[in-house]
């Protein structure tokens, strides 16, 4: 059985890492064919010159001819956790050292977890690095330092420690002690942990990497504040954040929920766009809530979640698994942990799936943001300012976007926001 168990989990694994790899490959070579027309594609032309044109396809060819190299080293270095001797290494010294304290604990457990993890973090550092200091950086965007992304990661660390404790103790001893309805518990326990996470991530979690300032009184304040009154939307404040810290590239989003939601404007994104601009870039964001998605993704989700814990219910106990990759015998951190490491292979097929439906939400928040303001022509300039400003793909492979993308691309949003404008308010913006 054990064989069986490998050649399933093998084919997937190989068909996940195929479909992945020759993706990328279509993408790169339709980006380099729509280049050789040397025409800007048309919402782009009057503004973007044939430089920055340029310089987006030279940085999309960059990330593409890099993620061959990382597709094949992250997947030499999954195969090498699961079949290198790793996890039985592992799983002896979390024994052996978390024999010292009481089996209540669940101190075992917690070790195999956090040292997998730690393993997996350890190892993905290369291809971060390269990325984060070597491409960004070459494209003018990487503002941090090797100092600064140091003392994140150890800062990541420390919350990992901080917060996974709890959440590990839990899990598994939700796991051992309540019996064959555990898998229930179980998620109402990481559903509810979830929850708390979204609610102290403004005021405990984000400042720990960024400083975060109420946005100065003025025409943007006042100008959000009346937009976010005029859809109903109740907010706790709107901040700046120092995204330059990091990075050029830029963004805003909410947080929180409930009435501590709070509206986040990157440094960077304030610098980039006129007013009209930002607060369609708003009125987009207050439409996710309004229309319910986040209530919707929350739900998808959480069934999601019970799904799979539903089926690590009838693994956990199943020994051809554990001893497939090197364990000895089942044990509770033992299946959640081949769980997680198993299960990518299978759940990517849902990645498009949930793109899908991410991407109807964007055509949405775009539909709701054009009727609040009764214009589509500021959330169009926004869209393509922001493409622009970070060299964004104007041409990805249609297959490639299809899987990958959970945003339309520029050109399909800003044709759509054309046809809600056109039809409601006879708007002409050529
Ligand atoms: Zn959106």
Known sequence: MEQVVVGLFLTFFILEFLVEFILNEMNISYVRKRWVEQKIPDFFQGKMSPKDYRKSVEYTLAKGRFQRWAEVYGALVTLFVLFGGVLPYLDWFSQHVGGRFPSTTQAAGILFSFSTGLIFSILSLPTDLYSTLVIEERFGFNKTTLKLYLTDKLKGLFLGVVIGIPFLFGVLWLMEGTGSYWWLWAFFFIFAFQFLMVMIYPTLIAPLFNKFEPLRDGELRQRILALADQVGFKTDGVYTMDGSRRSAHSNAYFTGIGKTKRIVLFDTLIEQMTIDQGLAVLAHEMGHYKMKHIRRMLVIRGICLLVGLYILNLLVGYEPMFRAFGLEKPSNYGALVLFSLLSGPVTFYLNPLMNFLSRKHEYEAD????????????????????????????????????????????????????????????????
């Open 367 to 430: 539909r709701f943001a054009t009727r609040t303001l009764k214009d589509g022509r500021p959330m169009e300039e926004a869209l393509i300012g922001l493409t622009v400003k970070n060299l964004s793909n104007l041409t990805p492979h249609p297959w490639y976007s299809a899987y990958h993308y959970s945003h339309p691309t520029t050109a399909e949003r800003v044709s759509a926001i054309r046809k809600v404008s056109s039809s409601e308010y006879r708007v002409s913006s050529s």
